[in-house]
């Protein structure tokens, strides 16, 4: 299988700039995260989208994210 390269994918800046725009006010985000996205960065990728008015992010990725999973609670409890 061939990955396209990494300057092809959004920054997580601009993915979210992307949210901050199509939550409009809306309170809640559901990220579905490809395997290939969800390396170290995805605690930042979820860190930025939180800086937004979101009251809850729900995750959901087909990878394991289990050297992520502290990053990730510090980040927020799940309900």
């Not at 809306?26 to 579905?32: C, D, Y």
């Not at 170290?40 to 992520?68: D, F, Y």
Request: no cysteine.
């Amino acid at each position: 299988m061939r990955f396209r390269p990494r300057d092809e994918f959004l920054r997580f800046e601009e993915i979210t700039r992307f949210v901050r725009v199509i939550t409009n006010g809306r309170s809640q985000l559901r990220l579905t995260v490809a395997s290939r996205s969800s390396g170290s960065e995805l605690p930042q990728l979820v860190k930025l989208s939180g800086r937004l008015t979101l009251t809850k992010i729900w995750l959901t990725t087909n990878a394991s994210i289990e050297e992520q999973a502290a990053a990730l609670r510090q980040l927020g409890s799940s309900d």
